[in-house]
């Protein structure tokens, strides 16, 4: 074999082992190309954050819901009208009152009936309820024969008399004013006070047409 021939057999060798070589080292680093996309797209999202050089891992923070408090509903208050007619409702004696100075142990009626005022007062109105802030009035008559109110006259501001309700709540009440007016006139219902308040009302010795008009205020 010629020295031609031999150099061209090795020209031939050098270049196929060269061919082959670059041809594995292409499928080696698009195999590893291909190796490394995969794993990027299934590699799962990193749940790790820097905080002032902290790591916080795989924890998420849930904010905490600020619980909201019901504000409790406010009760609306009832009328003058309400709580009148809730006394009238009871149909029957509310509560007992007593006066010292006149002897007067007495129940009190829940309403105006005629029948019932010849035996004991009545309950005519209340701007805030029994033996609370506000004035309830009570009327009776005047037998002019030491009973019932025959003797309101008598009472003057400093005495004393004494209210316990149906419920059992007893208050005293201290008389800080008393004065003659018409049947007609109800302007001290209108008053505005700070303590539970009684009016008692009952005619005049001299004629049905006026009122003696006592009001006790008690402790608040």
């Excluded at 190796?35 to 849930?62: A, F, M, R, W, Y």
Aim: aromatic share 8%.
């Amino acid at each position: 074999m010629s020295k031609k021939i031999k150099y061209i057999i090795i020209f031939i060798v050098a270049v196929t082992i060269t061919a082959t070589a670059i041809i594995l080292l292409l499928n080696y680093i698009n195999k590893e190309h291909t190796i490394n996309e995969v794993s990027t797209q299934i590699q799962p999202e990193s749940n790790i954050t820097e905080t002032d050089n902290t790591l916080v891992i795989g924890i998420e923070k849930k904010e905490e819901k600020e619980e909201v408090k019901e504000e409790p509903k406010e009760e609306t208050a009832k009328t003058p009208a309400q709580l009148t007619q809730e006394i009238y409702n009871i149909n029957g004696p509310i509560g007992t009152l007593v006066i010292p100075k006149t002897g007067v142990n007495t129940q009190i009626y829940s309403s105006v009936i005629v029948e019932k005022m010849e035996e004991m007062p009545c309950f005519l109105y209340t701007t805030g309820g029994l033996n609370k802030t506000g004035t309830t009035l009570f009327v009776g008559h005047n037998r002019r024969n030491g009973t019932l109110f025959s003797e309101n006259d008598k009472l003057s501001e400093g005495d004393e008399f004494y209210f316990t309700d149906y419920e059992g709540t007893e208050k005293k009440y201290t008389i800080y004013s008393k004065f003659i007016t018409t049947d007609t006139d109800i302007s001290f219902l209108n008053q505005q006070v700070d303590a539970p308040t009684i009016a008692l009302s009952c005619c005049t010795d001299a004629n049905d047409e006026h009122r003696i008009i006592i009001l006790g205020r008690a402790d608040p």
